[in-house]
């Protein structure tokens, strides 16, 4: 089992930033892939990015792409979700997930290990 723990989520205003953060129990092929998703209010839970965390792909979905930005600690154990330029449509609860692979497509069915996830809120 591998446990996830979200920080980093808050209040900002539109055009602002922040950091969010995951840090895993274990580094093992269980966690390899590492990925944000984030469920906004009334919405369907989406996949935002993912970092392959030994070959360092990552992928981001098109709504987010050039304003998030994916990275990784590896001594730490820790995966970073770098977010800027932020939208009021960013506002959801962002949950950090792992599992063995990634893929292009980021989809729930395809991470097993889940987070309790971490508030983001986007005011105009």
């Known amino acids: 089992q591998v446990e996830l723990v979200e920080s980093g989520g808050g209040s900002v205003q539109a055009g602002g930033s922040l950091r969010l953060s995951c840090t895993a129990s274990?580094?093992?092929?269980?966690?390899?892939?590492m990925a944000w998703f984030r469920q906004a209010p009334g919405k369907e839970r989406e996949g935002v990015a993912s970092?392959?965390?030994?070959?360092?792909?990552?992928h981001y979905a098109g709504s987010v792409k050039g304003r998030f930005t994916i990275s990784q600690d590896n001594a730490a154990n820790t995966v970073y979700l770098q977010m800027s330029m932020l939208k009021p449509e960013d506002t959801g609860m962002y949950y950090c997930?792992?599992?063995?692979?990634?893929?292009?497509?980021?989809?729930?069915?395809?991470?097993?290990?889940w987070g309790q996830g971490t508030p983001v809120t986007v005011s105009s």
């Open positions: 997930v792992a599992d063995s692979e990634c893929y292009a497509a980021l989809r729930e069915l395809d991470f097993r290990y």
């Open positions: 274990e580094y093992t092929y269980r966690s390899k892939c």
């Open positions: 970092i392959h965390r030994d070959s360092v792909v990552t």
